[in-house]
């Protein structure tokens, strides 16, 4: 994966941006961290993110004074507090992760904090910048846009599991922007000839209650749409996708290094030192509004082969050729 390259664009928005906001700046500054998962499952793309400050030179407990983290745990409704209380403490920027739903508690907390987000969605078609190279406003960021990549996802999971015509859809029901991930998937599934079947959950009970009706419906395979929830309970749903025997697919390769079929998406890794690389261009007195959005430039298929012979599968060679990573 490789940087994209940025596009300098001053206009009035950033001709007003708050100079003095900057110049009041302490030497050693306080970064806000918003996030709607848990510290538990999240540690190592945090360190990622620490990674990409470092690597420009900024230091927590050196030139930067602290970063102050808020969890969520996958509660969507403490967000909007979590964010105002990051704003109370007047960092110089918050950076967010863990789903579009964080980045905007955070942009309706302030609009003038500098915000750097790291999400899988679309930015533009949330409503969280005006363009992807002009952002605008105070949010800049990295998108996966692996909601977007729900037809390449559908397409491989057939290529592995080509009797499967209808596809169960594993969805939470109370992220806000489950509607359009819900539409995105139908039309994807519809464009390729098959059935969809959906299965609500926000939680252990309701995970194991919708995979359970999914295959009582008669889904052939299973696809788990991006969810902070579903990340933090990946182990309950890769074990239970083998209970039914359901070949699935995943948003995120830590799915697949825990046991699932397959993922395919951008690197998570990567993703957080890039987000680390634009707070650290703020934090040097860049604007967010002249920052593009970054996105990967390729995307990566993690294949477990050791889980496709458990369910039965023959997997072509060629899909094991294109893998960026297979698991034995």
């Known amino acids: 994966m490789k940087r994209r390259e940025f596009i300098a664009a001053l206009g009035g928005a950033a001709a007003t941006w708050p100079l003095v906001a900057r110049a009041q700046q302490p030497a050693t500054p306080l970064i806000g961290f918003l996030h709607g998962g848990s510290q538990r499952e999240w540690a190592h793309l945090i360190e990622a993110f620490r990674q990409g400050l470092s690597q420009a030179g900024f230091i927590e407990g050196r030139n930067i004074a602290n ?56 930015p533009v078609k949330s409503g969280l910048v005006a363009s992807l190279n002009r952002p605008g406003g105070n949010l800049t960021g990295v998108s996966g846009l692996v909601n977007a990549l729900v037809a390449k996802q559908l397409e491989l999971l057939r290529e592995l599991a080509p009797s499967a015509g209808t596809i169960g859809i594993l969805v939470n029901p109370r992220n806000p922007i489950a509607p359009d991930d819900v539409r995105d998937v139908q039309d994807a599934a519809g464009k390729l000839g098959l059935q969809t079947l959906f299965g609500n959950a926000s939680n252990t009970g309701e995970i194991d209650a919708a995979l359970d009706g999914l295959r009582r419906q ?64 703020v934090l040097k007195g860049e604007k967010p509004t002249d920052l593009p959005v970054l996105q990967p430039t390729r995307y990566e298929l993690v294949l477990n082969l050791r889980t496709a012979k458990d369910l039965g599968l ?15």
């Open 218 to 281: 008669q889904a052939h395979a299973l696809i788990v749409l991006p969810d902070v929830t579903f990340i933090s309970r990946r182990g309950q749903i890769v074990e239970l996708a083998a209970r039914h025997a359901l070949p699935a697919i995943y948003f995120l390769r830590e799915f697949a290094q825990a046991g699932g079929l397959m993922s395919y998406s951008g690197n998570s890794l990567e993703a957080r030192r890039w987000a680390g690389g634009l707070a650290a261009r």
């Open 67 to 122: 970063i102050e983290y808020r969890w969520a745990e996958g509660q969507f409704d403490r967000l909007p507090g979590m964010a105002t209380d990051l704003v109370n403490r007047q960092p110089v920027l918050i950076a967010t992760d863990g789903g579009t739903v964080t980045a905007q508690a955070a942009k309706r907390a302030t609009s003038t904090i500098p915000i750097i987000f790291t999400l899988g969605g679309d």
């Open 314 to 328: 023959t997997v072509p060679p060629t899909l094991v050729a294109r893998a960026d990573e297979v698991i034995e």
